[in-house]
């Protein structure tokens, strides 16, 4: 599915400006921003509920989608949702191939209660499970986990890891619990303004955070100036911090070949959280 | 992924069935008529076959509207438009089978009051009942059914609220032709008065039981009800839900 160049405006304000991306099928983007950058927008755009736009999204017409709130009829039974929404897209929902997801999402017990009573945890995994009907080529889910529990989070990740990886779905998942995102995306946008602020690749992410301090000033000076291993975050007196994907033991080696020594030295993976809180709080 | 006009056609009207609606609309219609079948055949009134047809038109007419019309409340209140308000296809779809289900059940309600009508002149109703007057009753029935459907479809495209929405169907179809009558006696301006015999909102619920409309009269109600149905589609089309 192509994104390409597309723009949003409702009168004088610009909701989405310019943005492309693609999302393939079998890999999992997250979409991370503040409230009000375009997420949803940008969603709706692809599930195609809205239709006036400027530039082009090309390849989706088998899209599933859960967008804001799931939308369901309160007065009607979870199973009269999958029956309905398979039956008139030509398709019969058959029970026994849902079992078991809906066993592990808790909710093949409660198939027969009117949905005005369920939880907002069950209401949402109702709302994932319609959008996984009739075989869609392409999943859009805006915060997919809102109001579940821990366990049943990890079991609608788990499930979309496997759809993506089995049966070959390109899932674009937006979500303010970047714990969520993090866990199973390849790849994450950073929506700012309705534009693409930033793209972090999440899947085999081996970059890592180095924050070295340095004996004295010169010694940091050598080091910046021989340093290949990354790029620099920030640069103090003695002290620097470092993005980079080499090993710590080469690191090592190199500052033991320049007789460089270290008063402190810590690694930490380069988590979605900090990404986030670098590029949106400046922290 | 394509929304299937027959499936949603045949699914949303096993619905109504079963729900049991239909049978309330049915007996919201037929009782009035019966009733009045009733005080006819026992000579306390001088009516005819026309009036078991008004009278069966009455509630019937705004059971034929409501009950199709409640699929688009349905969709639209709990926002599952937005699951079939997708791809332009999907939209038109939607609209499509919602027409066609509005046009069964027309169809259902002249079929019955024709049925009703034919069963009340075997019982000894008097008045004509000739073929030119089913033929009559049926398009009448149809055109108007779909005519305050659409209309009452267009109110929820606008977000008007389902309350508000079958408060002024009702009011349309009970109460403005009555008061439209009293006023055709009180004005005595021919222009006002063709203006009034002429509306869509008058000529339809008025005569809709008992009479053909003139070609004026079916040409305004055939060139509203296009209009209706195009209107609809483009804002169908256009919609954000």
């Not at chain 1, 994932?128 to 109001?147: A, H």
């Not at chain 1, 301090?213 to 790029?231: C, H, I, N, P, Y």
């Not at chain 2, 049915?26 to 009733?35: E, F, S």
Request: hydrophobic letters at 45%; a neutral charge.
């Amino acid at each position: 599915m192509l994104v390409n160049s597309v723009t949003k405006k409702y009168s004088s304000s610009v909701i989405l400006n310019n943005l492309s991306f693609e999302l393939n099928q079998g890999d999992i983007i997250g979409l991370v921003g503040r409230n009000g950058a375009g997420k949803s927008t940008l969603m709706k755009m692809i599930a195609q509920t809205i239709q006036a736009y400027d530039g082009s999204i090309s390849d989706n017409d088998q899209v599933g989608y859960l967008i804001e709130e799931p939308k369901l009829i309160p007065n009607k039974t979870g199973l009269f949702h999958l029956t309905y929404f398979s039956n008139i897209y030509g398709n019969t929902f058959k029970l026994h191939e849902y079992e078991g997801l809906l066993r592990k999402l808790q909710l093949f017990d409660v198939l027969n209660k009117k949905v005005k009573e369920y939880s907002l945890g069950m209401r949402q995994k109702l709302g994932i499970v319609m959008s996984l009907l009739n075989n869609p080529r392409y999943i859009v889910l805006d915060e997919p986990t809102n109001g579940m529990d821990v366990e049943t989070t990890f079991e609608v990740l788990q499930e979309l890891r496997r759809l993506a990886e089995e049966r070959n779905v390109g899932i674009l998942i937006s979500s303010h619990k970047l714990e969520d995102v993090e866990a199973i995306c390849d790849r994450v946008l950073f929506l700012e303004n309705g534009a693409i602020a930033d793209e972090q690749q999440l899947r085999n992410n081996k970059q890592r955070i180095l924050t070295l301090v340095f004996e004295d000033s010169t010694a940091l000076a050598t080091f910046v100036k021989m340093q290949q291993f990354g790029s620099i975050i920030h640069s103090g007196d003695k002290e620097i911090q470092i993005e980079t994907v080499v090993e710590n033991a080469d690191i090592f080696k190199m500052l033991n070949r320049l007789d460089l020594r270290l008063i402190d030295f810590t690694a930490e993976k380069k988590t979605l959280r900090r990404v986030y809180m670098n590029k949106f709080r400046g922290e | 992924m394509t929304l299937r006009i027959n499936k949603y056609v045949i699914f949303n009207l096993t619905e109504l069935v079963k729900n049991g609606s239909l049978i309330v609309g049915m007996l919201a219609a037929c009782v009035p008529a019966i009733t009045m079948t009733y005080f006819i055949l026992n000579g306390s009134t001088t009516f005819t076959i026309k009036h078991v047809s008004n009278f069966y038109c009455m509630l019937g007419m705004l059971a034929a509207v409501l009950l199709p019309l409640s699929f688009i409340n349905r969709d639209y209140s709990t926002k599952t438009i937005s699951l079939m308000n997708n791809t332009i296809q999907n939209r038109r779809n939607y609209y499509f089978a919602n027409c066609i289900i509005a046009l069964s059940v027309s169809l259902l309600y002249a079929m019955t009051g024709i049925v009703l009508l034919l069963v009340a002149k075997t019982l000894g109703v008097p008045g004509d009942l000739d073929p030119s007057l089913f033929v009559a009753f049926s398009v009448n029935v149809l055109l108007l059914v779909m005519t305050y459907y659409l209309f009452g479809y267009l109110l929820f495209l606008y977000n008007v609220r389902s309350g508000t929405v079958y408060g002024i169907l009702t009011a349309m179809l009970l109460f403005l032709p009555n008061a439209l009558f009293n006023i055709q006696g009180l004005i005595h301006n021919d222009i006002l008065l063709d203006w009034i015999e002429n509306f869509p909102g008058y000529f339809y619920p008025i005569m809709v039981g008992s009479d053909s409309f003139s070609p004026l009269q079916y040409s305004i109600g055939v060139f509203t009800l296009s209009v209706l149905f195009v209107v609809i589609l483009k804002k169908s089309e256009k919609m954000e839900v």
